[in-house]
């Protein structure tokens, strides 16, 4: 049996047994960097008590898994990861335990001690609303709600013309949440008329409980719907 090889089969054997050793140092020294990465995300996250993150490193790239207890807190984790040296992008795909909640609570606190008000018998805003609406646009926007405007009147006058009353001071907030930044496709408006009342429309101060503009947080991209309170208007 013939066991001598050609000078050609000498060179080409050589040259593939280099390139596997090329390919073997880099995946290896790819390998390394998505350790350390890894590590460092992880140490730089533990820092900042966010236990419930998952890191996973892929290349220079940073996959972020959990359970967040809000929304600023899965902001925070991003955040930090992508302050890590070395780190070229997060991919931020952690989940908002309650987040509807969260953005429900957040809405509720604005609007306790204010109105939304209109001008008189019409659907134009006043403009001592626009504060407040502003820092409900910002609410929606950080939080992506499914936010459902709903207007409501008291039965004095006409039905019909309460329902679309009630329907142009909806679609007037709605456009102004929009304009603000609001995503439309996360947010609807509905008028309800007199329809759907909360308190006695026998008395003034049951009218006025009545005559109300309700924003309810509706989910939070996967979350369960939450419901709202009730808000007044004038």
């Given at each position: 049996?013939?066991?001598?090889?050609?000078?050609?089969?000498?060179?080409?054997?050589?040259?593939?047994?280099?390139?596997?050793?090329?390919?073997?140092?880099?995946?290896?020294?790819?390998?390394?960097?998505?350790?350390?990465?890894?590590?460092?995300?992880?140490?730089?996250?533990?820092?900042?008590?966010?236990?419930?993150?998952?890191?996973?490193?892929?290349?220079?790239?940073?996959?972020?898994?959990?359970?967040?207890?809000?929304?600023?807190?899965?902001?925070?984790?991003?955040?930090?990861?992508?302050?890590?040296?070395?780190?070229?992008?997060?991919?931020?795909?952690?989940?908002?335990?309650?987040?509807?909640?969260?953005?429900?609570?957040?809405?509720?606190?604005?609007?306790?001690?204010?109105?939304?008000?209109?001008?008189?018998?019409?659907?134009?805003?006043?403009?001592?609303?626009?504060?407040?609406?502003?820092?409900?646009?910002?609410?929606?926007?950080?939080?992506?709600?499914?936010?459902?405007?709903?207007?409501?009147?008291?039965?004095?006058?006409?039905?019909?013309?309460?329902?679309?009353?009630?329907?142009?001071?909806?679609?007037?907030?709605?456009?102004?949440?929009?304009?603000?930044?609001?995503?439309?496709?996360?947010?609807?408006?509905?008028?309800?008329?007199?329809?759907?009342?909360?308190?006695?429309?026998?008395?003034e101060a049951g009218r006025r409980a009545n005559l109300r503009l309700e924003l309810r947080v509706l989910g939070v991209k996967s979350c369960s719907s939450s419901s709202g309170n009730f808000y007044g208007i004038s």
């Amino acid at each position: 049996m013939d066991f001598r090889f050609s000078q050609f089969e000498i060179f080409t054997a050589t040259g593939a047994l280099f390139l596997c050793l090329v390919f073997v140092c880099v995946f290896s020294e790819a390998s390394d960097i998505e350790d350390t990465l890894g590590t460092e995300v992880i140490e730089a996250v533990g820092k900042q008590n966010l236990f419930w993150v998952s890191v996973e490193a892929q290349g220079q790239n940073i996959l972020l898994t959990g359970a967040a207890p809000d929304y600023q807190a899965k902001k925070q984790a991003g955040d930090v990861a992508i302050e890590v040296w070395g780190v070229s992008s997060v991919d931020n795909q952690i989940a908002v335990i309650g987040e509807a909640g969260t953005c429900q609570q957040e809405i509720d606190d604005y609007l306790n001690d204010e109105r939304v008000s209109f001008k008189t018998g019409g659907a134009a805003l006043s403009e001592s609303s626009y504060p407040l609406l502003g820092m409900l646009a910002s609410v929606a926007r950080n939080c992506d709600a499914r936010i459902e405007i709903a207007g409501h009147t008291d039965s004095r006058g006409d039905a019909a013309v309460n329902l679309k009353l009630s329907q142009r001071r909806a679609d007037a907030v709605h456009k102004y949440l929009v304009q603000s930044g609001v995503n439309v496709d996360w947010v609807k408006a509905i008028g309800y008329g007199e329809t759907q009342p909360i308190a006695d429309n026998a008395t003034e101060a049951g009218r006025r409980a009545n005559l109300r503009l309700e924003l309810r947080v509706l989910g939070v991209k996967s979350c369960s719907s939450s419901s709202g309170n009730f808000y007044g208007i004038s």
